[in-house]
């Protein structure tokens, strides 16, 4: 699997409102599942602060970057979390192309099914 491709590989759906660093193990969980694959590394946004690391698999938020960082790795960490920016589109294509803006179905796991 090629990190540049922009493919979603797990969806799930929660009743209330979880805390996003509640949300990942059970993605994780799915994608093994699914695909007999666990990444090596997650790239979350900051709501996804909490543990650094879960069932071997680093998880990785973006921070300030350190006064002892050199040009080379504020640049390679600035790069890193903008790369995972670019899902944002994907989840709006999805939404206008593919009807998937507003779910008809009713029922606790419906978004998962309309998905």
């Known amino acids: ?46 709501g996804g602060r909490g543990a650094a690391e879960i069932n071997g698999v680093k998880i990785s938020t973006p921070k300030p970057a350190l006064k002892r960082d050199s040009n080379y790795q504020k640049a390679k960490k600035r790069k890193k979390f903008r790369r995972r920016a670019a899902i944002e589109p994907v989840i709006g294509h999805l939404k206008k192309e593919f009807r998937m803006g507003q779910n008809y179905l009713h029922g606790e796991s419906s978004p998962k099914i309309n998905a």
């Open 1 to 46: 699997m090629n990190p540049n491709d922009l493919v979603i590989i797990g969806i799930e759906s929660y009743k209330g409102n979880p805390h996003d660093s509640k949300t990942i193990e059970p993605l994780l969980k799915q994608i093994e599942k699914n695909l007999a694959y666990q990444p090596e590394e997650i790239i979350y946004d900051r």
